[in-house]
């Protein structure tokens, strides 16, 4: 059964009535742009076919009720129990969801069914699908009138709250996705343009065998590098005389011709503590995080995060270009660097990954790399279509799957 009509089902045999709201929110794969997101700098992804649906209905106690066909334990949570005093994982998403609607709700709870075809801790962002479909139903059980890009912000937030400190990307695909397309997204300043892919190529997701839960294990290290590339903006904008506002991010500095260069120039390890002095930052800028602060005397490998941010962003540009010129050798080249970087500077793949990787690209895949944050999870590969089989067969003797051919898919609807 497809996960609409799964959710619909559960939550009448759950609650004996009917849901007045049902939402779909498709999962994502980042083609290209993988850590540029939280430091303003573009991405490449695009919504799949696979995805979350959660059934709603609004109820009078001040409670959110919730099953999962997926997840065995469920949900009886305070509107305002926060995603912290949640132990099971799911529960921190809906509990994430009611904490940033919060007024919205004026008291009133609701009942919630949820059914996915998505692998969960995949890094095909099951987490941004479940928020998603779960403020869309809320929005339309509730009649509170969110537009799409406040929509894709609160989930944002709620994902923020729920640990990770993520960017916007999962969110927005997720929210504005076309099918046939990959979803160029800009942060400064905001823009979004739709790139539409040549019919004969063909794209394959394949697991690591490892799950990367993003508000799990994979948290910690994924804040590590939120924080060291803040760091390392404060001291890039500091040695080019750039003043910025807010929190420094890399896309600040990014478009300055010498920033590249010193990238070279920085500390390869400092302490957050160490650079706000150095910088002349208020320290609490590079710490602060939606759940927490982070440890301002970590020493962390700056460095070879700028270099990997910096080069990664110029890799979407080269993407978008290649892609649209249709030369798919050139786009699998720079999928091939894009993982490399992300295994040698960013240090967020895994011995897994880089073997599926490797196997992908020998069973004539164009070009294969991690998708998502990594320290486990899926990889992506292109290839020319009639190729996906052998690449498909070459992930699962690799790694042992799954793998699947995933193909660009329209955005979260109302089912
Ligand atoms: C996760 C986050 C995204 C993004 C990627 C890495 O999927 O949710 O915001 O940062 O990691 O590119």
Redesign the pocket.
Known sequence: MDPAAAAAALFRSTFAAEPAAVAVAPGRV?LIG?????NGLPVLPFAIGQSTAVAVAPSEAPLLEAVSREFPVPARLPLDAGPAACAEPWHRYLAAAAAVLGPRLPGRGARIAVASDLPAAS?L?SS?ALTVALLLALDAAFGLGLGRAELAGLAAQAERLAG?E?????QQVIAFAEAGALLRIDFLPPAMRAVPVPAGWAFVVASSGQPAP?GGGARDAYNERVVATRIAAALLADMLGAEIEGTPLLGHVAAIDAAPVLVDELPARSSARKAAATAGVPLERLVTLAAGTFDPDAQLPVRGYARHVLAEAERVDLACAAVEAGDLAALGELMAASHASLRDDYRCSTPALDALVKAMTKAGAAGARLT??GFGGFAIAVCERGREQAVIDAAVAAAGGPAFEVAPSAGARLA
């Open positions: 980042n993988e850590h540029t997101d939280y890094g962002s941004s990770a993520t960017g916007g990307m999962d993003k998502g944050a």
